[in-house]
């Protein structure tokens, strides 16, 4: 798991977004994301949403959620913890989904360019900090004064946000998930909206109130009682996303006094194998790991944790070997990947990591780890254009568009111009005068 600080900050979904949001990072991980991507597909197939959206996990322990362009869910890893049931968490994918199926982003300030490159993603979430008033993060952005670009983003949303309950209620019952999920996620506002209500300006809340969106909810379930049905595979993938982010995220000793309790048996070994690891403890971690892949012969995931257990533990050879496992198994994920082309790197082996980071950065660019080892490989091999342009993506990923700029400079003076890497050096370049 890699949590990449100073990231944007996030738009609140449920309650006032006035107050300075915390600058959060990405969390990113494979096991992480191919749960959400499991658990979301149904809802995702329901809403009729582009079947390419990705969803990422912020490192922020506020009960949050939002979209930002029409190609990302944005989850707070706050919210996802504190959620009871697999279909809770399905019923936030959906009304974030129903924002995109709906229309909604097309007439917000803050999305007048898609995240389609790191450059592009790095605009729409400096805008995203900038509308949740995060100057840390983002500053100066065209929409003027943080509280102008505030109210102009959230001019329409009291009434979209009806609209997405509504609609992300039609689509739980399309997929057969039951529409009772709704009620959790309203119960577990209502009484956050209590304790700050008193001290919200009107003009600047986001959304209606709980107890409206809460009565209509009631309404819709009324009329469409049994129309569930239990996904066992949803449950186990809500489990495992609950025990590999509590696992980090949580000090060692909480989670090795509740691992007992997880769902199965590999969920267990693994948040122990986790909890042993941040302990660092590599004879245990190495062991559990072991048990629940003897468990789960052929998870991709689980060898990724281990050979990430092994490279941290300064293990290189035999972190790139459990690497080029898990990179058999699952070929096209970037981030293991990354892991892989990161192991290589330590082992000493620039050539072979090269071939393969840029591989990980051709199916994903949205890692900034995966970033700064490919502008590592590039500077050992001595292609110096090319560093310097990964290295401006990165910055411009991470909303540091100053460095993201200089990089970018340096770039476009050493690559072959009119190039495709050149171009991208534009396009960060392009990004840049924008967030100026």
Known sequence: MRILRHFAATLALWVLVAVPAKAAGLIRDADVEYALAQIAAPVLRAAGVPANLRILVIDDPALNAFVADNQHIFLN??????????????????????????????????????????????????????????????????????????????????AEESSADATALRSLVRAGIDPRAALE????????????????????????????????????????????????????????????????????????????????????????????????????????????????????????????????????????????????????EALILGGLGRAQMAAGDAKSALEVLERARSRDFRDPRILRDLAVAYAKTGQNGMASLVTAERYALQGRMKDARLHATRAEGLLPRGSGPWRRAEDVLSATKTLR
């Open 185 to 332: 996620v309203h119960e577990l506002f209502r009484g956050q909206e209590a304790l700050s209500a008193g001290r919200q300006d009107p003009y600047m809340r986001s959304h209606p109130l709980t107890r409206d969106r809460m009565r209509a909810a009631q309404g819709f379930v009324a009329g469409n009682a049994g129309a569930a049905r239990d996904d066992p595979g949803a449950a186990y993938w809500f489990a495992r996303a609950q025990g590999k982010l509590s696992a980090f995220l949580r000090a060692p000793g909480w989670t090795l006094r509740r691992a007992g309790a997880s769902v199965s048996k590999d969920i267990a070994l693994m948040r122990e194998a986790v909890a042993y690891h941040r302990s660092s403890d590599l004879r245990k971690s190495v062991a559990a790991i072991d048990q629940a892949l003897a468990l789960r012969p052929r998870d991709a995931l689980y060898l990724e944790l281990k050979g990430q257990i092994l490279l941290e533990g300064r293990q290189f050879g035999p972190a790139v070997q459990v690497y080029r496992q898990a990179a058999a198994m699952a070929p096209n």
């Open 77 to 158: 890893s706050g919210l996802i913890m504190k959620l009871g049931s697999v279909e809770a968490l399905q019923y936030v994918i959906a009304h974030e989904a129903a924002h995109i199926s709906n229309g909604h982003l097309a007439r917000r300030a803050g999305n007048a360019r898609a995240a389609r490159t790191a450059a592009g993603l790095g605009m729409v979430l400096a805008a995203a900090a900038a509308a949740s008033g995060a100057p840390s993060v983002a500053t100066g952005i065209a929409a003027g004064s943080q509280s102008a670009a505030l109210r102009q983003f959230l001019a329409h949303t009291r």
